[in-house]
């Protein structure tokens, strides 16, 4: 069987920008995205190995463990095939050598398994006559794919945290198990499916970011248990494009975090707040981010914002500064200057999420008031309204009952995809008694002046702008007002007071002025 000869061609459009995503798990990195963490990491390898180039070497390894398009292992092969030229004159041979000694892949499907042979090889099987690889044995070549199965223990997979009763489904069906998530030991899954003499030096690629875990009425983000295992793997480089909510929330995600934090192997970061500048069909809240991985280094971060094609940074940080990661720099300059004065924190006069116990579809209230009766703050079909409770149905927190309060739903704004980002609901004075479901916070005093001055200080961007450093979400929960300092209750706050006292220059003034929208205090409280 006479095989097609090799061709190394570029296409306009690429294949690889026309197709959809299979879903909001399985997203397709865009070939652009792709170089630019390959030219991270390129500046990087050649930073740590005297300006040698990382395509000139024919020993290095290359591994993405969550392989879905190809895209990952076709950009490698392109800049191996130029920069081993020299090394390897003939191209077949060259080719040859790249596709079997240097880039591997883990599909995390069967369907893009098959379509990340097409791209890597040029065929769906490595062996097959129109495939551009002419040594492999099988047709998977380097890009395997095994139906894998969950391990079920109590309703919950061991390894991801997958639902039964959503992902133990028939043959037919995808497991969604992705097998580099669910070995005990990447090393022994590696060397079972590759051989136990490659060591990767690159570990690369877009895992899968979560999984509904209760019949859907919550996603799990999985995507930490990808970096966990290839930092297991010992690469010499490792990156990834990953959510950026881990930064300051997400389930789970907190003992992630500060491990991430406190890694000073981290080398660089480049974060894109708005994902729809990178990946422009796919919804992803909080934005995305990549980050390069040095094991050898030991040291600050590079860290970039990238919004609406305006670069903020590089800056070199101690990404271990604060507990959450602060995404701008120019923010980071203000929030010191409010944390220098050591002042305390307003969450000491926050509730805590349910303070009352009653989650945001609680019913047993009515609409009539009675006797003794407490009004009930809570919203429906987005309209903020009013019920009554008999105050002996009130068994938790009674002692707030009788307090002046300031309320802030913790829906908000959708974490600062469109700037200027107004940041909170608009809040309103609930006079004493009152209570509410779990759909609002609120800041409790003994007095109505108290009161009026909480709300003229959260109507300011001031305020709006520190919650807004820990807020990346729709939702504002109570550690998002962690670097909010409390002020006095005696007057009427305004930025001018605010940006005088903490002793804020023009630049940043203009900076938050720019970030965050004015709140029109006219507008109707629904809104």
């Not at 463990?65 to 077949?92: A, H, M, Y």
């Not at 991801?160 to 959503?166: F, L, Q, R």
């Not at 944390?339 to 009539?368: A, M, P």
Request: net charge neutral; hydrophobic share 35%; proline share 5%.
């Amino acid at each position: 069987m006479t095989q097609a000869p090799f061709q190394l061609q570029p296409h306009n459009p690429d294949v690889l920008m026309c197709i959809a995503n299979l879903s909001n798990d399985e997203v397709f990195t865009p070939p652009e995205l792709v170089n630019q963490m390959l030219d991270t990491l390129a500046d990087s390898w050649a930073a740590a190995n005297n300006g040698a180039s990382i395509w000139a070497d024919k020993e290095v390894t290359f591994l993405d463990p969550c392989t879905k398009s190809g895209v990952f292992l076709r950009e490698i092969t392109k800049r191996l095939t130029v920069g081993l030229e020299r090394q390897i004159p003939d191209l077949t041979e060259r080719v040859n050598h790249i596709l079997t000694k240097q880039v591997y892949g883990i599909a995390i499907t069967e369907l893009t398994s098959l379509l990340a042979r097409r791209s890597v090889y040029c065929s769906k099987y490595a062996n097959g006559i129109h495939s551009v690889a002419r040594r492999f044995p099988n047709g998977a070549g380097n890009i395997w794919f095994e139906r894998t199965e969950h391990v079920w223990s109590k309703g919950v997979c061991e390894f991801c945290a997958a639902h039964e009763a959503t992902y133990s489904r028939g043959a037919d069906l995808e497991t969604y198990a992705y097998r580099f998530i669910h070995s005990k030991s990447p090393q022994e899954l590696t060397r079972k499916l590759f051989g136990g003499d490659v060591q990767f030096d690159v570990i690369i690629g877009n895992p899968p970011y979560q999984l509904g875990s209760d019949g859907g009425t919550r996603d799990v983000p999985i995507y930490q248990r990808f970096v966990e295992q290839a930092k297991d793997l010992d690469p010499r480089f490792l990156t990834m494009v990953i959510p950026a909510r881990w930064m300051a929330s997400g389930l789970g995600l907190n003992e992630f975090r500060e491990t991430m934090l406190n890694d000073r192997r981290i080398r660089a970061i480049v974060d894109y707040p708005v994902a729809k500048e990178v990946f422009p069909s796919v919804e992803i809240k909080g934005g995305v981010c990549f980050f390069l991985w040095d094991r050898d280094h030991e040291g600050d971060a590079s860290v970039k914002s990238i919004r609406g094609g305006v670069v903020s940074g590089p800056t070199l940080r101690n990404l271990s500064e604060f507990d959450v990661l602060v995404r701008d720099d120019r923010a980071v300059q203000i929030l010191r200057k409010v944390l220098t004065k050591k002042e305390e924190s307003i969450i000491g006069i926050l509730s805590v999420d349910k303070e009352f116990g009653w989650t945001s579809n609680f019913e047993d209230f009515h609409l009539k008031e009675h006797k003794g009766d407490v009004p009930i703050h809570y919203v429906r079909q987005g309209k903020r309204l009013t019920g009554y409770v008999s105050r002996s149905q009130i068994v938790k927190s009674e002692k707030l009952v009788d307090k002046w309060k300031v309320m802030v739903p913790q829906a908000g704004s959708d974490g600062g995809q469109r700037i200027p980002d107004v940041v909170l609901g608009k809040p309103f004075i609930a006079a004493k008694p009152s209570v509410c479901t779990q759909t609002f916070l609120f800041f409790y005093v003994n007095t109505r002046a108290e009161a009026e001055s909480i709300q003229s200080y959260l109507q300011t961007k001031f305020f709006r702008f520190l919650v807004s450093l820990r807020k990346i979400t729709q939702h504002a929960t109570r550690s998002t007002y962690t670097w909010v300092p409390t002020q006095t209750w005696d007057k009427v706050w305004s930025d001018s007071t605010l940006y005088r006292k903490y002793g804020l220059t023009k630049p940043e003034i203009e900076y938050i002025e720019t970030m965050i929208r004015a709140m029109d205090v006219a507008e109707d409280e629904n809104d």
